[in-house]
């Protein structure tokens, strides 16, 4: 497992603890301070501007959803909010505060993290690797059993626990890296396409884990490519195109910035800038001839 993963998945060990439409409604007053807070976010690699000045704000109960295609800086985000890499320009704040520094510790011990392509210990069992990261995060024993055990039952997976990873199917690492991110309660959630690999059902159940989370005043931000599972999940929007925020608000509002297209065939208009139903005529017609 790359050190930089090690360090941005994990963190310092951690102490036991003493709305749009169509998602979760929270109990957390609408106008709280931020949980998270991004201020003019950029990053350049040598002539390529990867992200260029964006910003958004999560508070505690909202689902905020960063939707763009392939290449809009997606994945870039994610590496500067988890503090995987160093913005050029522009700061992370969490409560507040900067993330750099002396804080990222002490960030990442509030924060659970999915990437999109999780590096695990393939000899390991899908129990040994819980218990590994439940040691490095300093979780007390018997919290660690009670929750792991709970856990992979309910992803379905307990049955499993004791196979090696390196059998285990693409969905069935992904639900163990989705409980290795949870078992520790975190505060803020990053969630980097959490349903890759993931059958129906599955699926289903954690779009509702997320939901009923959200609802008790978690942070969750949530970057997908995909504009199904954004719209069925989040409260709040940000869509992307070449590394700049074309458009953001709730779910609502960015609706009505499309002047009555609908939310896919607005995306496709201000992102893709393409004609989907031309395309796939022209598709048919190949096929057909």
Known sequence: MPIAYVNAYWGQPHKAPGTFAGAPVSTIQMHSPPVLEVRGLAKRYGAILAVCEIGFTIR??????????????????????????????????????????????????????VPEQPDLYGFLTGWEYLDLVATLRGL??????????????????????????ASYSKGMRQRIVLIAALMHDPELLVLDEPFSGLDVTSALVVRRVVGMLAAQGKAVFFSSPVLEQVEKLCSHLVLLKTGS????????????SFEGLGLEAGFMQITEQVDAERMAQQILAAVVA
């Open 245 to 256: 925020v074309v458009a953001s608000g709730t779910l609502e509002e960015v609706r009505e």
């Open 140 to 165: 007390d024993r018997r919290i660690f059993r009670e929750k792991a055990a709970a856990m992979l039952d309910g992803f379905t997976l307990y049955p499993h626990r004791d196979t090696p990873i």
């Open 60 to 113: 505690a109960g909202e689902i905020l959803g960063v939707l763009g295609p392939n290449g809009a800086g997606k994945s870039t985000i994610v590496k500067m909010i988890t503090g995987m890499v160093e913005p050029t320009r522009g700061a992370v704040l969490f409560h507040g505060e900067r993330i750099d520094g002396g804080q990222l510790s002490a960030y990442k011990r509030r924060m659970g993290y």
